[in-house]
């Protein structure tokens, strides 16, 4: 029987004769199914399987949850050391190079292919830094959709516009 044909029973009514000692009488008998002794075992059983296949669902998708927000964390992790190198070691370090060969230049001392090497070493600098800040926010952003906050760690990782004056050495 389906579950539908459960939650209905099906009653039964009955017409007959009865004859007793030369007299008929009409009997009407009706039957109703007392649902006190159908437990339901199958149902049960299926429920309790369902059950236990939800409950290893979760701790399957904890345990995957865990696992990217360690990976997002190392990643967060990496990219903030990566920016913090960049923006106290190698930016200024390129600065002075590129400024270092432009006064050569000018005092007759470097060539223009020095001066040219030097602004490609800044925009290579620069451009690793842009690198790292996107790598930093994708981290963040991958923490705060697993956790389900917004509390990125990273308030501004860009630390400014490019002026113009740099931009153009």
Do not use: M, N
């Not at 009997?27 to 059983?45: F, H, N």
């Not at 270092?100 to 020095?114: D, I, P, R």
């Not at 923490?143 to 990125?152: A, W």
């Amino acid at each position: 029987a389906t579950e539908a044909e459960r939650q209905r029973p099906a009653w039964t009514v009955s017409l007959g004769r009865k004859q007793e000692g030369g007299s008929s009488q009409p009997v009407l008998g009706l039957s109703v199914p007392l649902l006190i002794l159908d437990r339901q075992e199958g149902a049960r059983e299926a429920a309790t399987q369902r059950l236990s296949q939800a409950r290893e669902r979760l701790r399957e998708t904890r345990l995957r949850l865990v696992a990217s927000l360690q990976e997002a964390r190392a990643r967060l992790d990496s990219a903030q050391a990566s920016l913090a190198a960049l923006k106290e070691e190698v930016l200024p370090a390129a600065e002075q190079a590129l400024g270092a060969a432009s006064q050569g230049f000018e005092a007759g001392k470097c060539s223009f292919l020095e001066v040219l090497e030097a602004r490609r070493a800044l925009l290579d600098a620069r451009q690793r830094l842009l690198d790292s800040q996107a790598a930093a926010l994708t981290a963040a952003h991958d923490i705060d959709r697993i956790t389900g906050e917004t509390s990125s760690p990273i308030s501004s990782p860009i630390s400014g516009p490019i002026t113009g004056d740099t931009a153009a050495r």
